[in-house]
């Protein structure tokens, strides 16, 4: 509406500055037109055209700034542009129309992308589950201890992987791209989520360390302490299971302007190139496991990255992956620091 | 047996059978209840010494099961809360429940909670009570008396306020403490809600008494509710 308000006065400015009113006709016409590109529906670009006649005829026509529709052929002039800005005006709208579509099927097949990985990803342990535990039921008598062991922590480990994702799955469908994310923000002490995701990580890997560093000074952060803790043991996950041949997982945090920046580092075997270019977005999960194409496990870590990316953009944070100079692979994100209300 | 019972109040009939089975596993007695009307009576005929309450009951709300056992027993309650429930573990925790477990939790997890809980309530009925002159957990020794937390023999040079938090989640060490709680505690009740005063004294104490503050090994973190010193030996 401020647009066509803005169009009127566009009109008004014209007028004054004596043009006559076949000039004024097409300028009225771009008026319609921008209105009903910038709003949403043929509302307002009708009812734009609608104005628009009743203004051309108020100041540009004989008798000028009176309303007079006696003139001679003017009827037909006023039905021709009428019709006219209302043709554009439908037009422009189905432009509109069309970028939603198009935004809409983007959204679409991302969502089936992630349904489609996350289907594949979910039998391959289920299936191993199921077999093992049937296997412990019916051969009892037959299997050593040791063997039954093994088929049991095969499926505990499993089932531990299922549950992280069913995890990664849930804290994406708090976030609603579209509208406002349902995030739960807090001051929080970025050392705190380090700490806490570190722990975590320790429980499901206790062999391995990580080495950890945090600013001197406290660095609070606008955040959603359970998501982003859920990005960095992702994170760190990957390194465990995808950098082959890492020794050690670096995590660090500093800050950059307004924002506090999360680092994972490892010295493994790297990202391929063709991976790193659509690392985020979900697509290449049927790559398999590793940061290498070698697809040699289920657990793949596709998934997992384009949840952290999800999250970190809800936060109004970016995220970005590369190898480094010296080897391995380094994984960052930046989360805002927290702004205390005015003040 | 080690003479005491818990009852397991959970109407998903997988997990009371895992969480009954270690129980019995490390020789407790075990009750189990599956809805919130079950609980209540069992609750009250058998005086079980520890509850462990699924707050998603069918029944009725588990708050209600907290608020209403609160009012004549002091039994220790665990609460086992679902991911979708963050909340609600924080109002089980203000409301007097003494601890909580997250699905899905490991068998390790549960019996910690578990030993944690019946240490405080056999503290907690001994004549000398909280009443502890000092807590040792590493190198970290509190002393209460002289109001000073070392590291090693080195005094750490906390402030006031600094020590009072220290003091109190050394008093309840291996519970964890929600910030409403803490807030309360230290500052009074005028200052409820705002958690940043806290953080910032949260991290002066880090950078006194852990080596990395990044990887603390006294006072750790559970985001969203509050905080928790490791356990150690009270003397």
């Known amino acids: 509406m401020a647009l066509s308000v803005a169009a009127v006065a566009l009109l008004k400015f014209v007028g004054q500055s004596g043009i006559d009113a076949s000039d004024a006709s097409m300028v009225f016409i771009l008026g319609v037109m921008l209105t009903a590109r910038f709003t949403n529906g043929y509302t307002c670009g009708i009812a734009a055209a609608i104005l628009g006649v009743l203004l051309v005829n108020y100041i540009f026509t004989y008798p000028y700034f009176r309303f007079n529709f006696t003139l001679d052929g003017y009827p037909a002039a006023i039905a021709c542009s009428l019709a006219v800005s209302i043709a554009t005006s439908t037009l422009t709208t189905r432009i509109v129309r069309t970028d939603n579509i198009h935004a809409e099927a983007v959204a679409e097949r991302m969502r089936a992308n992630l349904l489609r990985a996350v289907s594949h990803d979910l039998r391959t342990p289920l299936t191993s589950i199921l077999g093992a535990t049937t296997a412990v039921i019916e051969n009892d008598a037959a299997l050593t201890s040791e063997e039954r062991c093994a088929l049991l922590q095969g499926a505990r480990d499993d089932a531990e992987w299922l549950i992280r994702m069913v995890e990664n799955l849930l804290s994406v469908t708090r976030i609603d791209p579209g509208d406002d994310p349902q995030l739960n923000r807090e001051p929080e002490a970025a050392e705190e989520l380090v700490s806490e995701s570190v722990s975590k990580f320790r429980k499901r890997f206790p062999g391995r360390e990580v080495e950890v560093s945090v600013p001197d000074n406290l660095v609070l952060v606008a955040a959603d302490a359970l998501l982003v803790e859920q990005v960095i043991i992702n994170l760190l996950e990957n390194a465990e299971l995808h950098a082959k041949g890492a020794t050690r997982i670096s995590l660090s945090v500093r800050t950059e302007e307004d924002f506090a920046v999360f680092e994972v580092r490892d010295n493994g075997c790297g990202i391929s190139r063709d991976l790193l270019l659509h690392i985020f977005d979900g697509s290449r999960t049927t790559f398999g496991g590793g940061y290498t194409s070698s697809g040699d496990s289920h657990r793949n870590m596709g998934i997992g990255l384009s949840v952290c990316h999800t999250i970190v953009r809800a936060h109004g944070g970016t995220m970005q992956a590369e190898n480094c100079a010296e080897g391995g692979a380094m994984v960052s994100f930046t989360i805002p620091l927290w702004k205390e209300d005015g003040e | ?235």
């Open chain 2, 1 to 235: 047996m080690n003479g005491y019972t818990v009852l397991v109040v959970e109407d998903e009939q997988g997990i009371a059978g895992f969480m009954t089975a270690i129980l019995k596993a490390n020789e407790y007695k075990t009750l189990l209840a599956k809805n919130g009307a079950e609980a209540l009576m069992y609750a009250t005929s058998y005086c079980p010494d520890l509850i462990i309450l699924d707050l998603g009951l069918p029944d009725m709300d588990g708050l209600d099961i907290i608020r209403s056992i609160r009012t004549w027993s002091q039994t220790p309650i665990i609460v086992v809360s679902a991911r979708t429930h963050e909340r609600d573990k924080v109002e089980a925790l203000d409301l007097g429940a003494d601890d909580y477990v997250t699905k899905p939790f490991g068998s390790s997890e549960l019996l910690a909670r578990v030993r944690t809980a019946f240490r405080h309530s056999a503290l907690r009925n001994t004549s000398s009570g909280g009443d502890i002159s000092m807590f040792r957990t590493g190198e970290l020794t509190v002393d209460f008396a002289k109001r000073r937390a070392y590291i090693g023999d080195t005094d750490v040079g906390l402030t006031q306020n600094e020590f009072r938090i220290v003091s109190l989640l050394a008093r309840y060490a291996g519970r964890v403490l929600t910030y409403d709680y803490m807030i309360t505690n230290i500052w009074g009740p005028n200052v409820k809600g705002d958690n940043r005063i806290l953080r910032v004294h949260m991290a002066n104490i880090r950078r006194k008494i852990e080596k990395n503050p990044g990887a603390p090994e006294y006072i750790f973190t559970e985001a969203g509710v509050g905080y928790r010193m490791t356990e150690g030996d009270r003397s």
